[in-house]
C-alpha cells in the first residue's frame, strides 16, 4: 500500500484489518532484525525520530540516531525497550542515518552491524560490541574496511561460518559504486547511474566475515537474483528486482535470501543450494504495506519461521515514523513461502 493512497485511508478501521499489531507503540521503530540468543527473542529495529527533513528519495528524512534493542521471553509475550544500545555521537567515524542494524554472537560477544554516513556523506557499516544482547554497544574507532551502501544483515551458518549480506538503491548509494569507486556526482539525484531497463538489475553483496566478525575475510561480492530460466532479473523487473533490506534464513536446508523491490514495496524472495547463491526467484513473502518503505527479517522460534516488518500505521501513515510487528511464515511443500496480506478484507 504505496504512500501516495494515504489520504483516502482510514486508519481506525484499517488497524482492525491488521493481521498483527505494533510490538511498541511509545517509539517508533523499523526495519526489525530478530534472534534468538539463549531462548530469548531480541529484536534490533531503526529508531525512527522526527527530525524535521522534508521528504526526499534520497530518505533525508530518515534522520535516525541510535538504537534501542528490543526483547520478548516468548513470541506472544509483550515485547520490552531495553533503552539506548547505541547513539551516533558515540561512533568516531560516523556523521548521521544510523539506518538498519543486524546482529549476531559469538563465544559470549554480541555484535552489532549498522551502516550510517561518514563524515564525507559516504554510507559505511560499522561493528559494535557488548557483552549483553541489549548493549550498550560500545562501536570500533572505523567502518570495516572495504565496505559501502546499507542494510547489512549477518547470517550464521551450521558450520558457525557468517557472512553478511548488505547493499541498498537510491539514498543507500549502491548504484554509485557501479565501477568499484564511488562516484560523487549529481550528489541530489537518488537515481543518477541506475541501469537501463533492458540491462540486469543492480545486485546485493555479499562476504565473508573473519572469525572475530570485525572485518571482511574476502572482498564483497555479487549475488546473483534470477529468474527460472537462470537469467538474471533486469532493471525494469521492479516488482521482482532487489531494492533493499537483504536478508538471509535457512529452511528444511535450502538458503532464502529475501529482499524489498523498493519503490514496489514488496517482500520478495530467492531459493538457492548455496549462501553465495545464485538464488532463483521464488516469489512474494509480504504484500505491499502503509508507508513507503518494507524491510523485514525471518527468525526461527521454537521450530516455526516468523516474519518480522514493520508498517506507518500506528503513525497514520508518515513515512518516516513506522512500528515494528511479527507475523508467522507458512510454506507450501515444495518449499515455496505462502504469500502474507498485511490487513484483512
Not at 572485518?215 to 537462470?230: A, L, M, T, W, Y
Not at 521450530?303 to 506507518?312: A, I, V
Amino acid at each position: 500500500m504505496p504512500e501516495k493512497s494515504i489520504e483516502h485511508i482510514n486508519f481506525d478501521e484499517l488497524n482492525k484489518k491488521a493481521i498483527s499489531q505494533p510490538l511498541v507503540s511509545h517509539i517508533y521503530t523499523a526495519d526489525p532484525s530478530a534472534h534468538v540468543f539463549d531462548g530469548k527473542i531480541y529484536i534490533y529495529p531503526s529508531h525512527d525520530i522526527d527530525a524535521g527533513e522534508a521528504f526526499d528519495d534520497l530518505g533525508s528524512h530518515f534522520a535516525m540516531e541510535d538504537y534501542h534493542v528490543l526483547s520478548m521471553d516468548s513470541i506472544d509475550s509483550k515485547a520490552v525497550d531495553n533503552g539506548l544500545a547505541l547513539h551516533v555521537k558515540d561512533v568516531p567515524w560516523a556523521k548521521q542515518q544510523m539506518w538498519a542494524p543486524d546482529a549476531n554472537e559469538k563465544d559470549g560477544t554480541y555484535y552489532l552491524f549498522f551502516p550510517a554516513k561518514a563524515h564525507d556523506d559516504i554510507f559505511r557499516i560499522g561493528v559494535a560490541t557488548s557483552t549483553s544482547p541489549t548493549g550498550p554497544f560500545k562501536a570500533e574507532p572505523e567502518a570495516i574496511k572495504g565496505s559501502f551502501s546499507i542494510d547489512p544483515a549477518v547470517f550464521k551458518d551450521d558450520d558457525g561460518s557468517c557472512f553478511m549480506y548488505f547493499g541498498g538503491l537510491w539514498g543507500g548509494q549502491l548504484q554509485r559504486w557501479r565501477t568499484g569507486e564511488f562516484n560523487a556526482a549529481q550528489p541530489e539525484s537518488p537515481t543518477a547511474f541506475l541501469p537501463e531497463g533492458d540491462e540486469p538489475a543492480l545486485l546485493p553483496y555479499i562476504a565473508k566475515m573473519t572469525d572475530d566478525l570485525l572485518e571482511f575475510d574476502e572482498k564483497p561480492k555479487e549475488i546473483e537474483i534470477v529468474d527460472e530460466n537462470g537469467d538474471l532479473l533486469l532493471a525494469s523487473d521492479i516488482d521482482r528486482r532487489f531494492f533493499e533490506a537483504a536478508w538471509l534464513h535457512k529452511h528444511n536446508g535450502k538458503y532464502y535470501f529475501s529482499y524489498s523491490t523498493g519503490d514496489t514495496h514488496f517482500i520478495c524472495y530467492g531459493i538457492s543450494d548455496s549462501p553465495y547463491g545464485p538464488f532463483t526467484y521464488g516469489g512474494r513473502i509480504l504484500e505491499p504495506v502503509v508507508g513507503w518503505t518494507s524491510h523485514h527479517s525471518v527468525c526461527n522460534v521454537e521450530g516455526k519461521d516468523y516474519l518480522f516488518y514493520h508498517d506507518s500505521s500506528l503513525s497514520k501513515g508518515v513515512t518516516h515514523l513506522r512500528s515494528v510487528k511479527v507475523i508467522e511464515i507458512n510454506y507450501n511443500e515444495d518449499g515455496t513461502i505462502q504469500t502474507i496480506e498485511p490487513y484483512r478484507d
